[in-house]
Nanobody, 131 residues
Framework: VQLVESGGGLVQAGGSLRLSCEAS?????????IGWFRQSPGKEREGVSC????????HYAESAKGRFTISTNNARNKMYLQMNSLKPEDTGNYYC????????????????????????WGKGILVTVSS
């Protein structure tokens, strides 16, 4: 099982980036939760956005609402995070992650959008937003 991120880099405040994550070794076409997480210097890894592949329900951190959009291309086993109106505080290492998740099983997608809710992790990619 492998997740590989791409698309990070340096961008000015107000700009946009699109992160991509390609999965191999498994398919998240059904019964999976996928997500993007951020770890900034000196801070814990936090859930930026997660999506239930089964029903399309999403969860966004307050800091990401209205600016970031999570999506998938199940046929290509890829997930994306479109980030607009970037701010310096968005700087950090971004990780994609996935875990088995059955929609309607009793927990919301928000309940697994954290470090302990995910089973598979990419190695991360750096996003730097300059002011």
């Amino acid at each position: 099982v492998q997740l590989v991120e791409s698309g990070g880099g340096l961008v000015q405040a107000g700009g946009s980036l699109r992160l991509s994550c390609e999965a191999s070794g498994f398919t998240f076409a059904n019964n999976y939760a996928i997500g993007w997480f951020r770890q900034s210097p000196g801070k814990e890894r936090e859930g930026v956005s997660c999506l239930s592949v089964d029903d399309g329900h999403t969860h966004y951190a307050e800091s990401a609402k209205g600016r970031f959009t999570i999506s998938t291309n199940n046929a290509r086993n890829k997930m994306y995070l479109q980030m607009n109106s970037l701010k310096p505080e968005d700087t950090g290492n971004y990780y994609c992650a996935a875990s088995r998740f059955v929609a309607g099983s009793g927990g919301s997608i928000g309940s697994v959008c954290n470090y302990y809710g995910m089973s598979y992790w990419g190695k991360g990619i750096l996003v730097t937003v300059s002011s």
